[in-house]
């Protein structure tokens, strides 16, 4: 069973993380919270080098406001993490997400060395439909042929 699962939150949204808190707990599903980069009154002095706004602007079509900076260098410090503790396959969740029984299934039952990368929610995926592989229940993995500015969930 996948243990490796990473509760993104800032430190006082506790009452917005509550309810995927408590439905983890209850699907028996071991979970670890890490505090985000909190970008809503500006970002942290130490992290403004870390962030590329020309780039951004150029990529987006416009400004990124410094809580989706905090939020993207959140997602890279989970990351960084991950490799320096060696870990193959991890879930990172945002405080916000609903836990559907399809997650539940798929965290107790896939086989994860298949993949690299599982996108578990997306907003404009380009996929390649004729390279499909059922993976239990009504779960279908396609293979990604871009990675869409979003998502829910990364294995």
Same mark, same amino acid.
């Given at each position: 069973m996948l243990t490796n699962v990473f509760v993104l939150s800032l430190e006082d949204a506790i009452e917005r993380r509550k +309810? %995927?808190? !408590?439905?983890? +707990?209850?699907?028996?599903?071991?979970? *670890?919270?890490? &505090?985000?980069?909190?970008?809503?009154?500006?970002?942290?002095?130490?992290? *403004?080098? +870390?962030? !590329?706004?020309?780039?951004?602007?150029?990529?987006?079509?416009?400004?990124?406001?410094?809580? *989706?900076?905090?939020c993207a260098l959140s997602h890279q410090d989970?990351?960084? *993490?991950?490799?320096?503790?060696?870990?193959?396959?991890?879930?990172?969740?945002e405080d916000d997400a609903i836990i559907a029984p399809g997650f539940v299934d798929l965290v107790r039952n896939f086989a994860l060395e298949d993949y690299d990368? %599982?996108? %578990? !929610?997306? &907003? +404009?995926?380009?996929?390649d439909r004729w390279r499909k592989k059922d993976v239990g229940g009504e779960i279908t993995a396609y293979r990604a042929l871009n990675i869409p500015p979003l998502t829910t969930g990364l294995l």
């Open positions: +309810r %995927l808190v !408590d439905d983890l +707990r209850k699907n028996d599903i071991a979970h *670890e919270l890490c &505090w985000a980069v909190d970008g809503r009154s500006g970002l942290p002095t130490d992290t *403004e080098a +870390r962030v !590329d706004r020309a780039q951004a602007l150029h990529t987006m079509g416009r400004p990124m406001s410094d809580a *989706e900076f905090g989970i990351y960084r *993490e991950i490799i320096k503790r060696g870990i193959d396959h991890a879930v990172i969740l990368l %599982l996108l %578990l !929610d997306h &907003w +404009r995926a380009q996929v």
